[in-house]
């Protein structure tokens, strides 16, 4: 089966400082690659997602890259703000919102 | 956002007993799956109902088990439950956005 792996497990950056967090993944036939990102007793929320055919996604400060070759994708948080503390998961599925394999999380802090 | 309610919000079990969480999308689509998300760590795929059937099922023994009603609401089933069952079980639908999830259920087992 599909197996993500995520990294670094926390992170710490200045407020207006970027942030990257690296995932890497086995299943050459995974499509589909969310990222989530959780509060504190909150359910995962969906913050960017992308496809196969794509490389690079941006919405607004937050982007994601995808190499298909080497089997990893990242997200990019730029302009980090305090409010940007939480936990970051990515996924990878065969199908878009179809049997997720989450990596083990990232622990975003954003200090003021 | 389609909304997904869970119920209960938190319990509390002993070894041994049995629990049963549930699940209803506004939606009412036709396809629910079930993640439990141990603390620290990732969601886990336990597995996905389509039209009343599982679909699609992750690396979790049969004790854990499932239905999905014809209004598409959904339960999970765990019997003979483990101290290593504690955690927080998540229903989720399809959205849009891709995947919806509740905010949960927390299970904890003394």
């Known amino acids: 089966g599909e197996n993500v792996e995520q990294h670094p497990s926390t992170l710490s950056v200045q407020e207006g400082d970027s942030a990257v967090i690296k995932c890497t993944y086995s299943?050459?036939?995974?499509?589909?690659f969310p990222w989530y990102k959780q509060e504190l007793g909150k359910r995962p929320q969906l913050i960017i997602d992308i496809r196969s055919n794509v490389g690079e996604k941006k919405d607004q400060r937050i982007a994601v890259t995808l190499n298909k070759t080497a089997k990893h994708f990242s997200l990019h948080i730029t302009e980090t703000q305090p409010e940007d503390s939480a936990v970051y998961f990515c996924?990878?599925?065969?199908?878009?919102?179809?049997?997720?394999?989450f990596g083990g999380g990232t622990r975003l802090m954003v200090k003021p | 956002e389609t909304g997904v309610t869970q119920s209960p919000t938190h319990l509390i079990k002993t070894r041994g007993q049995q629990v049963t969480l549930r699940c209803s999308s506004q939606s009412g689509h036709n396809t629910v799956s079930w993640y439990q998300q141990a603390l620290g760590q990732g969601p886990q795929f336990i597995f996905q109902y389509y039209r009343e059937e599982e679909n699609g099922r992750g690396n979790f023994p049969p004790r854990f088990s499932g239905l999905q009603f014809p209004n598409y609401s959904s339960e999970l089933n765990v019997n003979a439950l483990l101290l290593g069952d504690s955690a927080l079980y998540l229903c989720?639908?399809?959205?849009?956005?891709?995947?919806?999830f509740g905010e949960g259920s927390r299970l904890t087992v003394l």
């Open positions: 989720a639908s399809p959205g849009p956005p891709e995947l919806f």
């Open positions: 299943d050459s036939a995974s499509n589909y």
């Open positions: 996924a990878a599925s065969r199908q878009a919102g179809n049997m997720l394999t």
